[in-house]
């Protein structure tokens, strides 16, 4: 399945990969493609294309005789003017994200999809419904808006403003020496968008492609797995041939469908071709879920590392130990005693309980045992180098007249040059808005200080004191303000934590953020005039309390707000010590907020570093476009800056919004030395620099790269050097630094000399990094990083490489590791949070022989890297950013690049893409996520999708597990723009991020699923037989009670007989109570009313009918007392009576149809109903779904004429039938069982005796009674026992939910009858009642006993609830059981246990009849017991007790052999109610004999048993029934022909469904079915359309959580699609025909390919 060309969902063909195709396809092939963009003149057809393609290509394919070879050499046309011109028009249009952008990569990913665009991807568009696609909602158009703060930070900055981005020149690729390349790319992206969304019908993808339209979703998936199958081939360019005529440009042909009511013919061969394709790919679609491990080729392999961690063993994780192995083996580092351990050991053996695997064991997940230990590949590059040696910078040197403190500075430059500006600060027009100068921010600071000692609180309650910590809340627009109560902050010794301004109360990150000033203790927030103006008001003008903030009291800092200090007073001016200056926020992986405290030492240390390496001296200018709130802008911007009296111009991001070159105008203007910037600020220049003539940058000496630490920054640089040098930017100029908040600058480049030479350059190859290695990487390779160094260490700093997991040891020198520095110039922790502080600020890097390598502690920061050659740093990444995919390391940045490098790019926002990873099944998994424009088509962005797929796999090796488009603007930002990852992240596991467009791609990422089953091959009866006796298990078989002795009405064999002694010994005894909707009796029968009855309808069967003995019968009534007269009527006549539902008036076309197949397939010589029914069966509706002129003759029996029949028939053998049951399965199999009198009459007795029924009892019956137990309870029960039975049909309930319940309270009833639909009716339409009825006095103390009447495993979360929602009634918990009956016999399990003990034994503890199994076991067809509350554990509830007369054994259903208790079989019954065969029109003989008579094939190989069907196991309890014999309880796991084979196990479709159920609050239903061994998943959305798509990575994630299958197709259905039969039970096979016809109107269809 892996094969390089067979990567199916991602697309990516593993180009890296695929040395195969490679050598062939690619290099040659590429330059083609430019050769055919350099000779087209205007655009191509795609009929022309395809021509000139075949002529490129066909080169590399098997010449067929007669083809001339030269044909692929095509005479190289000089470029013309024209086109490229044309290129350069067509560039500009859409403008690059040059921060991300390299060209290499570009030409990369290009080169990479090139090599896909001969095997068009063969992924099925996804279909959605029309209302999905048209986005009513205005806020989706909005574009991106990013004016919500000053910056965009994170790892997706924010569009430029949507105009500039699309008007701005063409940025980069003017150099001419780029052209060929760039023209390539643009063609291969026009030529591979045309040739798979084209619609015209052209020679190369023949017309049958399309002929069916928006085909049927079977035609469309046979055709995908056709073409899947085709892709896999690993002679694929041998096939290519034979394929090219009918390869389907299947995205175009998987067009949009459209809500279709009608519906189409379900069709395989929905496109002529699919047929002969499949046989000539000479294979099945292909078991998509066998999946087995072989991705030697993509190197992507589950390591384990053993457990010496040999050498690179950082690269594969540590395999846990198992269990708590350490802790169990000493506590605490202390031996346990064994001795004690032995004797509790001791103890719970001498303890009779089931054997369980004890607890401990449970809670560690044993998925460990079931992986494929992947032997570790011995080709992967592993790190050889020596070991690194620690770099130290050079000397921290002391400058005499460097200040004792910062304060000290500015007090210094206040007094002695007050006049020096110190800021300048900008306005949206770029006009100065007010400067600064150090004399003001000197005497504004102190004003500050003094106000914020002595003026808030009182005078003997300061609120603030030194040493507290308050909040600095300004906006990006006032530096001024911010700088001042920052310093003012400085001069008071209170501690500033300088935040966001939240802008709503709930902002992404606000709360987090109001968690870290809660955890400061932050009771002051300092913030400007403005601000404090714009923050939301109550309706009584004060500001609210943000959410997670603690209570804050709001303090403006201005002049005019504040009193003028004393002239005694002044601050006090200490030397830098260890206090705390300042907090930064720092913003974690998982979203949560950490406060990074920063020493007064550290500082200023810092500040000198600075000064030191960028040589900063007093009354340089410095432009700073960054946020000077924290990181390198406050760091240049506001602390250096104070400490060598420079002149900073400050740029708001709101003027970079409006002119985006105001920062080099600025530089100009003010002839900058100094300017610190973004990669972003760079690349918007370079959008907008067109109109700019006079530009001059030739007085910076240093250009400060803030996020030099992102790979993919040195694109921009680059970029910018190439416009700017004639303008008189100096190569040496561009200085890229990389940073931290806690290790604050780790390194930054220094201006060079003029005329040295220039920094080398890393080309790394990605496969390399991903292992954790260097290996350097000619540029010819599609998967390689382009490094820029950030310079050297800083001075006074030692800095090393560790390991990234694991102890700190020092990296190999061609090794990646987590990079730690050593200095003063550092945080010193996270606030408040010793441990986090102790693994990041106090780490000691040791050598390989445990040494540490120095006395004082590192910090990390964060950030992962090597030292270079001479002593340089280059860095690969964050941590943050880092997810570890199946033992290799990606860099969420560089699969960002990889995604921006797919063209064309106009239908997603750059700058809006969100990568992060999310553990399903024991790995991380890669899902991006992106701004889908408003303007973009379905298949557009579909195309782009799948595009990015590919790239992303050729290029990192590495499956997207999905890839979701949101519409634009609902990702969530940053205060400063940028993408919120953690918040996104969190949206998308909730199933709340309502994405427009979804692709999962699990087949090809997973690859770490348990290994499939291999069925052993079966052992020899003998072998068996022995094994369970050494083993001491038990053969699991089990009996109910014997019949006993015969009772006064037991002589009687046969119930018409029954019936008439009872109409001469009691005939005023009433039988049966028939209620209506409001509970009132709507009719009655005594027992000889019913004989009489019956005597009247036999009549008239002789009369009109002419019936013979034994014809056949149907009786087609609504439940009720006419239905049983008709049965006793039959009998009488000596007929066979069939019961049928009625058709619903509302719903003729469906029903009618049934009920016609019932009436023929049992030879129905003529049909009894009502008149109502009888007008319904010849309506015009009834023309319509039937043909009327077929039915038998049909007699009403409303009016019945006075005459009694002769003679009443009496049968002579009592073997012959009695009745015909009519049922339909699941599985919409209709299935008639013949029922004899001597079947009948043992039936019957055997429920007398179980449910100990008499004349003096009376029982509610609320059921269908056409089938099964129901009809039995409702039709004959009471008729041989002669207990009165109150019938409630069950369609009154759905008038009157609370029916039921009131009539078993109001007739005092002690046991009733239900289904799981009235239970449910009940549960969901009660639940909000309970005291309304109790109010009523409806009291349910006195049920003892409430069955379910079903065939299929109890379900058991639906009684439970029914028993906690009704126990406030007065229903026992233990009243409620179950009943389990099948076709070959109609009831085997009934009525719950008085148990002998029960009554001691309170209500404490589970219910015994609750048992929990491992539900991994159970899919081996094994049972295995496990404590509650276990990991995979499945709650299954005993299906009531065996009746009397009844056997049962296990059996195995392939070899027919007895089974032990501990495995899974068929449950086999043997009884004297079992039916005497299934009654169809083909005699289906052999069937026959295997359902009802089968034999065991050894052990008793006597005893005729009847197969039920059901799989299921039995369990001795420690119960004892009422005669003390321990009771065997019978557990039903579900029906044989439901359960799915899938990799070699048996899964029952009602445990995915319950996990499905359970993921999102929406999915009110789930069927799940099979299709070609794809695993459908069809789910109910109870909400908006809008939330459909949320769904599917849900659902996808829990099947692979819990049952280790990959889902294949997710279905988005309305409530009500999925088809229920009249027992409640899902029609799973009727949905399964209705999804291949196409005829669900699915909300949205995914492939999961």
Known sequence: MKSAAGRQGGGGFAAAAAPADRGQLGSSSSCRSIEMQHDEEGDITQKGYEKKRSKLIGAYFPQTPGMDPSMGQERR?????????????????????????????????????????????????????????????????????????SEGEGQGDEDVGDGEEEDGGGGGGTSSSREGSINMEQWISRAVHSSTTTTSSTASSSSSTRSGGSGAAAGRLADVLAQHVHISAQHHLRHHRHHHRHKTGLLSHLSLRKRRRKAEPAGLVQNGNSEPRRSENHSAPPDVTGYTNNTAADGIQVERAPPGGGGGSAAHRQTPKYGNAELMETGDGVPVSSRVSAKIQQLVNTLKRPKRPPLREFFVDDFEELLEVQQPDPNLPKAEGAQMAAMRGEQLGVVTNWPPSLEAALQRWGTISPKAPCL???????????????????????????NLLHKLGTKQEPLVRPGDRVALVFPNNDPGAFMTAFYGCLLAEVVPVPIEVPLTRKDAGSQQIGFLLGSCGVTVALTSDACHKGLPKTPTGEIPQFKGWPKVLWFVPESKHLSKPPRDWFPQI?????????????????????????????????????????????????????????????????????????????????????????????????????????????????????????????????????????????????????VFQTKGLRPEVICPCASSPEALTVAIRRPLEEGATPPSR?????????????????????????????????????????????????????????????????????????????????????????????????????????????????????????????????????????????????????GRIAVFSITVLHDERIVVVAEQRPDSTEEDSFQWMSRVLQAIDSIHQVGVYCLALVPSNTLPKTPLGGIHLSEAKQLFLEGALHPCNVLMCPHTCVTNLPKPRQKQPEIGPASVMVGN?????????????????????????????????????????VLYTLLNSRGAIASSLTCVQLHKRAEKIAAVLSERGHLQDGDHVALVYPPGIDLIAAFYGCLYAGCVPITVRPPHPQNIATTLPTVKMIVEVSRSVCVMTTQLICKLLRSKEALAAVDVRTWPPVIDTDDLPKKKPPLLYKPSNPDTLAYLDFSVSTTGMLAGVKMSHTATSAFCRSIKLQCELYPSREVAICLDPYCGLGFVLWCLCSVYSGHQSILI????????????????????????????????????????????????????????????????????????????????????????????????????????????????????????????????????????????????????????????????????????????????????????????????????EVLQSDHFSSRLS???????????????????????????????????????????????????????????????????ECAVFTWTNLLVVVVELDGSEHEALDLVPLVTNVVLEEHYLIVGVVVVVDIGVIPINSRGEKQRMHLRDGFLADQLDPIYVAYNM
């Open 1498 to 1564: 050894f052990g008793d190989t006597q005893t005729v048993w009847a197969r039920t069907g059901y799989l299921g196991f039995l369990r001795r309890t420690e119960l004892t029934d009422a005669s003390g014999e321990r009771h065997d309880a019978l557990y039903v796991v579900g029906a044989l022909e439901e359960a799915m084979e899938l990799r070699g196990m048996r899964y029952h479709p009602i445990d995915i469904e319950t996990s499905v159920i359970r993921t999102h609050k929406s999915i009110t």
């Open 77 to 149: 046309t000089p470029v013309t003017p024209s086109s490229s011109s044309r290129y350069n028009r067509r560039r500009s249009s859409g403008s690059r994200d040059e921060r991300y952008r390299s060209d290499v990569h570009t030409e990369a990913v290009q080169a990479a999809l090139a090599k896909h665009k001969e095997r068009k991807m063969a992924v099925p568009m996804p279909s959605k419904r029309r209302s999905l696609v048209v986005q009513t909602s205005m806020d989706a158009y909005t574009p991106p808006d990013s004016s919500s703060g």
């Open 424 to 450: 300048t600060t900008m306005d949206t027009n770029g006009k100065p808005l007010y400067v600064l100068t150090y004399g003001k921010l000197w005497s504004r600071s102190v004003k500050v200080a003094y």
């Open 574 to 722: 200490k030397d830098a010590n260890q206090d705390t200056a300042y907090i930064e926020y720092k913003t974690c992986k998982d979203g949560g907020v950490l406060g990074v405290t920063v020493t007064r030492t550290a500082m200023l240390t810092h500040c000198q570093a600075l000064t030191q390496s960028c040589s900063y001296t007093e009354a340089e200018t410095i432009v700073n476009v960054l946020d000077f709130k924290k990181d390198v802008g406050l760091w240049h911007a506001v602390l250096t800056s104070v400490m060598n009296m420079m002149h900073v111009i400050s740029i708001p991001y709101a003027l970079m919004k409006v002119n985006p070159l105001s920062w080099i105008q600025k530089v100009c203007q003010f002839k900058a030395k100094v300017a610190c910037v973004k990669s972003r600020d760079m690349h918007w220049a370079l959008v907008a620099h067109r109109d700019q003539r006079d530009v001059n940058l030739s007085s910076l000496r240093m250009l400060v790269v803030a996020d030099g630490s992102n790979p993919w920054s040195i694109s921009s640089c680059d970029a910018f050097l190439n």
């Open 762 to 910: 890393g080309v790394l190859s990605m496969p390399g990094l991903s292992h954790g290695v260097i290996r350097v990487d000619s540029e010819e390779k599609l998967s390689v990083l382009t490094l820029q160094d950030v310079g050297s260490v800083m001075p006074g700093a030692l800095m090393c490489a560790v390991k990234v997991e694991g102890v700190p040891q020092l990296c190999k020198t061609d090794e990646i590791g987590e990079m730690c520095v050593c200095t003063v110039a550092t945080g010193t922790s996270y606030y408040g949070l010793a441990g986090m502080t102790k693994n990041t600020f106090e780490v000691f890097p040791v050598s390989n022989n445990g040494t540490p390598i120095s006395e004082f502690p590192f910090t990390r920061t964060g950030l992962l890297g090597f030292i270079g050659p001479a002593g340089l740093i280059f860095v690969i990444g964050k941590m943050d950013g880092l997810m570890v995919v199946g033992g290799r390391r990606h860099n969420a940045d560089d699969i960002v690049a990889t995604a921006l490098a797919v063209e064309p790019m106009k239908f997603v926002y750059r």
């Open 1029 to 1069: 006796l050494v083993s001491g298990k038990r053969i699991a078989q089990a009996s109910g009670r014997d019949l006993g002795q015969i009772e006064d009405n037991d002589q009687f064999l046969f119930l018409s007989e029954v019936l008439q002694w009872r109409a001469q010994t009691t005939p005023d005894h």
């Open 1289 to 1484: 049909p069950p369609s009154e309930l759905e008038v009157n939910p609370a029916l039921w319940l009131s009539a078993v309270s109001q007739y005092k009833v002690r046991d009733t009858f239900c289904s799981y639909s009235v239970m449910e009716l009940c549960t969901k339409g009660l639940g909000l009642q309970t005291d309304s009825l109790k109010s009523r006095g409806v009291d349910l103390s006195r049920v003892r006993t409430c069955v379910v009447v079903a065939e299929e495993r109890p379900r058991i979360a639906l009684t439970q609830s029914f028993s906690k929602l009704f126990k406030d009634l007065g229903l026992h918990p233990r009243a409620v059981s179950t009943s389990f009956g099948c076709r070959v016999n109609l009831a085997i399990c009934l009525q719950p246990h008085r148990l002998g003990k029960l009554a001691d034994q309170g209500t404490s503890g589970p219910d015994p009849t609750t048992v929990f199994v491992d539900m991994r076991a159970l899919r081996h067809d094994r049972v295995r017991l496990v404590e509650r509350g276990s990991p995979h554990s499945l709650p299954l509830m005993e299906s009531g007790k065996i009746l009397p007369g009844v056997r049962i054994i296990i059996a195995n259903p392939e070899t027919k052999g007895p089974m032990g208790e501990s495995h899974l079989g068929e449950i086999w019954a043997h009884s004297g109610h079992n039916a005497s065969g299934y009654f169809t029109v083909y005699g289906d």
